[in-house]
């Protein structure tokens, strides 16, 4: 029985490149390879059927093919660059403690340092542990928190003076750093009323000339520092600007957007939705997690601008009464303990402490609304992110 002996395309393309080549019979080539003649002829036309394919239409085809391929792995590419950008814009509003969270040191794809270019942080940011304030640090912080709810126009040179009067020792660089970490901002005419995010946008100032005598109207919102025995919190608060309801408050040990954006949500589910918001321009506000909420739910924004600095006063004396009234006359120890002491406190404002710009009624009576879970400031789980001692 006969055999057909199996040949390899390498084989293949060396016969037929010697039979196109023509240096040999067809005859020399079966004597040498041990392949009949006609098989050889076979080849040779096989091959150079395939040549002229690659130079024909055919090969045109193909190269249309390779073009539309490319087209789509572009198209894919744009829509990667876009959906990165979306997700690059959305990640920035974090807290550089939040996105150092993200990384997964064990990621079996990509490294670290690739993580951290991804979160936009820098990967000394990543290995940085935070060194708490000392005791005389936080004792400073507290005299300049109390200073300055008496002098809210004070700078860091003025409030530096005021503390060498006092007998404290503080030079104005190391003020400075303190004000800012505590987010306290003089309130007198400038071109900023506070430090926007370059990359955010800046709405424009819609309550010139406004008259706002009815609940829903307006909302405002502000953060202001919070000190605690062994360290501090940030607070912030959503407003009514007509009865002076507190509708929401949260607690963060970082000043970023997400826990202004959980004390938004809880307003907007709680209470409805106000006609037109208004903030200072601080990035925490004009973050993109922020306004997108107030977008969302077609709210109108509206952002403090140049001159408007008498507009946050409203919820300055908030909180003004809130320290005087409740942290000073406490020292919290922790976060749990400022929470509760803040939802009594906030309780107490809003439903049975009078106010003289609501014509002595309560700001539960002028809002007009029983609402019977008026915590405001803690969620389902009552869970709240601490400030290590």
Not at 75 to 96: N, P, T, W, Y
Not at 132 to 144: F, H
Request: with cysteine.
């Amino acid at each position: 029985m006969k055999t057909t002996r199996k040949r390899s395309s390498a084989e293949f393309k060396a016969v037929s490149l010697e039979a196109i080549r023509g240096d040999l019979t067809l005859a020399e080539l079966a004597a040498k390879h041990g392949i009949h003649h006609t098989m050889i002829a076979a080849w040779k036309k096989q091959a150079i059927e395939g040549m002229a394919t690659t130079f024909s239409g055919a090969g045109e085809a193909t190269k249309a093919a390779g073009e539309a391929e490319l087209d789509r792995l572009h198209a894919k590419i744009g829509q990667l660059v876009v959906e990165r950008d979306f997700l690059g814009e959305s990640l920035r509003s974090m807290s550089v403690a939040r996105r150092r969270e993200l990384i997964e040191p064990a990621h079996h794809r990509l490294s670290i340092s690739a993580q951290c270019r991804l979160l936009s942080i820098s990967r000394s940011s990543y290995y940085y542990a935070p060194v708490p304030e000392t005791e005389e640090t936080l004792s400073l912080m507290r005299v300049i928190d109390a200073t300055f709810l008496d002098m809210p126009w004070y700078g860091s040179r003025q409030m530096v003076r005021h503390l060498q009067r006092t007998g404290h020792d503080a030079g104005r660089r190391r003020v400075r750093r303190l004000m800012a970490k505590m987010g306290l901002s003089p309130i007198y005419q400038r071109p900023r009323t506070s430090d926007p995010h370059p990359q955010y946008r800046i709405y424009p100032y819609l309550l010139r000339k406004l008259e706002i005598d009815r609940p829903n109207q307006v909302w405002c919102a502000d953060v202001t520092y919070i000190p605690m025995r062994r360290g501090f919190l940030y607070l912030v608060a959503i407003m009514d600007w007509a009865t002076r309801k507190v509708l929401a408050w949260r607690l963060s040990n970082t000043m970023d957007a997400g826990f202004c954006v959980t004390a938004l949500e809880d307003a907007l589910a709680r209470f409805g939705k106000p006609e037109i918001f208004n903030t200072d321009q601080g990035s925490q506000f004009t973050s993109f997690a922020f306004t997108s909420v107030l977008r969302e739910a077609e709210v109108r924004i509206s952002m403090d601008g140049r001159g408007r600095w008498m507009d946050n006063v409203f919820i300055e004396r908030l909180w003004r009464s809130l320290k005087y009234e409740c942290v000073y006359l406490n020292a919290f120890e922790t976060g749990s303990e400022l929470r509760a002491g803040l939802t009594r406190w906030i309780s107490y404002y809003n439903t049975q402490r009078p106010h003289s710009a609501v014509a002595g009624r309560t700001p539960a009576e002028a809002y007009g609304r029983d609402d019977a879970s008026d915590h405001g400031g803690h969620d389902p789980h009552g869970q709240i992110t601490q400030l290590a001692a």
